[in-house]
């Protein structure tokens, strides 16, 4: 139904213009501290001075770069591994009781050890995303590859194609809807961990600038900085999901899930 | 060189395609053993459209993995083409009760990939593609993936997928069980049209007497406990098989009761 569909759009329209409204005429009424409580208008101001000044672009591109190094890294990492565990019994008999060890410990615990080892540079930052991306990762991609269905296994076989052939044409594609999955959650535990990380002690970043702005009672930078987390956020799972539907038209078709391990 | 080394082929005219010697399998998982096949022996003509019926249970699923070489049997001789059977190959060429098309791949490609992994040129692939989806009478479906298909498409694809590679055999495992009566009887008379056309050997289980009458040049009935053979009728009715004629129903009355089926009074 058109008409519900835009009723519904209109409310929603309505409700946020009202909560802004709300907000900015409270900042403004004197009943709250405006500096405590910065009016919507003046965060757009302030957005605005640092985007000129290139100084919100310097710490949205260095929290940026890190995020995409350590997704990256883990996820290639949480994919070797979880194929290799799934396909190598003996490889997982070894290994996995360590890897659910620290799985059991949240990444953000090792926040304080990071920079303890790696200091506050790119390096501390890069490691602790790359952890916590990894798990997701390596959970999902270890249960796709294992539970990857024998029968589409034999059909293929019987189509010609037998070892590494069967794992190519068929077991890495049966195990994609998990794998994607897995690297779904990731975005948002990477930026969970970047966030973490650049509160805890760095020299650029957009949690650099929030933990900044504190310190010298910038409640409106503060604001400006969560809006660009956000924005990096809805940007990033966007443009996954973009990439997905492009890339494997299939995929939304398959009640692809994730099933614990 | 002898000259009649050179004009043997390696199967010999009149030599079976398919030849079972003792054949025998058991389950054996730690709470008990299933005797799943007994001893069978059974040797199969090139061309032949053989319909394997029994109960449930009685080994049918098991006897046609077995040639196809997902399972290895417990004792016994099996050799298709003059070939010990070792794991599955392209030459036997199977379809599956649900399908088992690759979700992933759209329905050309699906009938594509055994050419494709026996590294035929893309042209070639397509034009065979093509051909093979006129034949099972979806010529301008090739482009939609699986989950855009009805079950009675993707059994057709799944057929063609198959057929695609020209395996000498093909195994079929009660591949129309979930299709409505009427997909059914259609996908029946291509499947009939294409083993005439292109003279296939098949080897189709099922577990509808009719499908069978209506299929089969040769019935194979088992039994269960341990899975064995009880008869094996040569099919000579006429094609096209009319469900009405009198032979028809007396076979049909004969299969039923070696199946053990009470048949309607
Ligand atoms: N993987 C398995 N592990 C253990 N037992 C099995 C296995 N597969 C089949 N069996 C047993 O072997 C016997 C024969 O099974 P099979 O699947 O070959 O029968 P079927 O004739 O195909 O039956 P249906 O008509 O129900 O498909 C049955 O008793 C079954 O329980
Ligand atoms: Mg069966």
Avoid at chain 1, 88 to 111: C, D, E, K, W, Y
Avoid at chain 2, 94 to 113: K, M
Avoid at chain 2, 133 to 153: N, Q
């Amino acid at each position: 139904m058109a008409f519900g569909v835009s009723r519904h759009s209109v409310a929603g329209m309505i409700g946020t213009l009202a909560f802004f409204g709300a907000w900015e005429a409270l900042s403004r009424s004197g009943f709250v501290n405006n500096v405590m409580l910065p009016a919507p208008s003046t965060i757009v101001q302030s957005a605005w001075e640092l985007i000129l000044t290139g100084e919100l672009p310097r710490h949205l591109g260095a929290s940026l770069v890190r995020a995409a190094i350590g997704f990256l890294g883990g996820s290639a990492l949480g994919v070797i591994l979880g194929v290799a565990m799934a396909r190598l019994p003996l490889l997982h008999g070894t290994i996995n009781p360590l890897v659910q060890m620290f799985r059991a410990v949240p990444s953000l615990a090792f926040v304080p050890l990071a920079i303890f080892w790696f200091g506050i540079g790119e390096m501390s930052k890069i490691v602790l995303i790359a952890w916590g991306v990894f798990f997701p990762v390596w959970v999902n991609t270890y249960i796709g590859v294992r539970d990857v269905s024998p029968l589409l296994g034999r059909a293929a076989a019987s189509l010609g194609a037998r070892g590494w052939r069967n794992f190519a044409y068929v077991v890495i594609p049966g195990a994609l809807p998990f794998i994607i999955a897995g690297l779904r959650v990731s975005l948002s535990v990477a930026l969970v961990v970047l966030v973490a990380a650049e509160l805890a002690g760095a020299a650029f970043g957009v949690g650099y600038l929030i933990q900044m702005s504190q310190q010298v009672f910038r409640v409106d930078q503060m604001f400006v900085g969560l809006i660009a987390l956000g924005a990096m956020g809805f940007a990033a799972d966007l443009l996954f999901e973009h990439a997905v539907r492009r890339l494997l038209p299939w995929y939304g078709a398959e009640q692809a899930g994730q099933k614990g391990p | 060189m002898n000259a009649r080394v050179e004009i043997a082929s390696p199967i010999a005219v009149g030599e079976p395609l398919i030849t079972c010697i003792e054949l025998g399998h058991v389950y054996d998982f730690g709470r008990g053993r299933t005797a799943a096949l007994g001893s069978i022996s059974l040797t199969i003509d090139r061309g032949e459209f053989v319909c394997v019926l029994g109960p449930s249970g009685c080994g049918k699923t098991t006897l046609l993995n077995i040639l196809a070489g997902f399972v290895v049997p417990a004792h016994g001789d099996v050799r298709v083409g003059g070939h010990a059977v070792d794991g599955p190959s392209s030459e036997r060429g199977v379809v599956f009760q649900d399908y088992s098309l690759f979700p992933w791949l759209t329905a050309q490609a699906n009938v594509e990939f055994g050419l494709r992994m026996a590294g035929r040129a893309a042209r070639e692939r397509a034009t065979i593609a093509h051909d093979l989806l006129g034949l099972v009478g979806l010529p301008d479906e090739g482009a939609k993936y699986p989950f855009e298909l009805s079950g009675g498409m993707k059994q057709r694809i799944a057929i063609a997928r198959a057929l695609a590679t020209r395996p000498s055999l093909l195994l079929m495992d009660e591949p129309f069980a979930a299709l409505d009566a009427m997909t059914r009887s259609s996908l029946q008379a291509k499947l009939v049209e294409i083993h005439r056309q292109e003279r296939p050997t098949i080897l189709f289980v099922t577990h509808n007497i009719t499908e069978a009458l209506v299929l089969a040049s040769r019935l194979i009935v088992m039994a269960p406990n341990p899975g064995r053979i009880v008869e094996d009728i040569r099919i000579d009715l006429p094609r096209p098989r009319r469900r009405t004629a009198p032979r028809f129903n007396e076979i049909y009355e004969h299969v039923a009761r070696a199946i053990g089926l009470e048949t309607a009074e």
